[in-house]
């Protein structure tokens, strides 16, 4: 068994030039930390933290890095930057997950809208509930596969859908 974390960054700022650079909010600092803590809350186990190299993911993903290193039970305790989930369509999604390490038994994966939210409905099956998903909402799935190369097409279910209250 695999187990996902399917996870919009948090709110962004519009105090950049670009969309790629743009940091997170004030309010998006705070949806981060509730976000990562209330996994932990929940005592839930990630072993890596997969992440869109635009500065709102990583930074989104550093606060549930941060958070889950001070658990002591990382796999990696570095976040895995992958640049092509940055604006990724559902198949790229597809072809990240299952490029993951199989040591790791459950990832988190950071990215954005519309790519993330459709991918969240395809893995779970509940679009009223997740589509469109807020900002550092977050979807549990696990899949009935040994390898992350079969997550594709194994049979997925939906664990739960979190996302943060509004401040």
């Not at 969309?19 to 929940?42: N, P, V």
């Not at 092509?84 to 459950?106: G, K, N, P, R, W």
Request: glycine letters at 2%; charged letters at 25%.
């Amino acid at each position: 068994m695999k187990q996902l974390f399917i996870i919009r960054h948090a709110k962004s700022s519009l105090n950049t030039l670009t969309d790629f650079d743009r940091s997170l909010h004030k309010r998006g600092q705070l949806e981060a930390a509730e976000m990562a803590q209330k996994l932990i809350t929940k005592k839930i186990a990630i072993d890596a933290f997969v992440s869109s190299t635009a500065v709102r993911a990583m930074s989104t993903a550093t606060y549930f890095l941060e958070a889950f290193q001070q658990k002591g039970k990382l796999l990696y305790n570095q976040i895995i930057e992958v640049p092509e989930l940055y604006e990724a369509e559902l198949d790229t999604f597809f072809q990240v997950t299952e490029q993951i390490d199989d040591t790791i038994q459950s990832a988190a994966l950071f990215s954005h809208n519309p790519g993330i939210t459709e991918f969240a409905y395809k893995c779970s099956n509940f679009k009223k509930e997740v589509v469109p998903m807020p900002t550092c909402g977050v979807v549990g799935i696990r899949a009935d596969a040994d390898s992350w190369k079969d997550f594709s097409e194994a049979t997925k279910h939906f664990l739960f859908f979190y996302y943060p209250t509004k401040k």
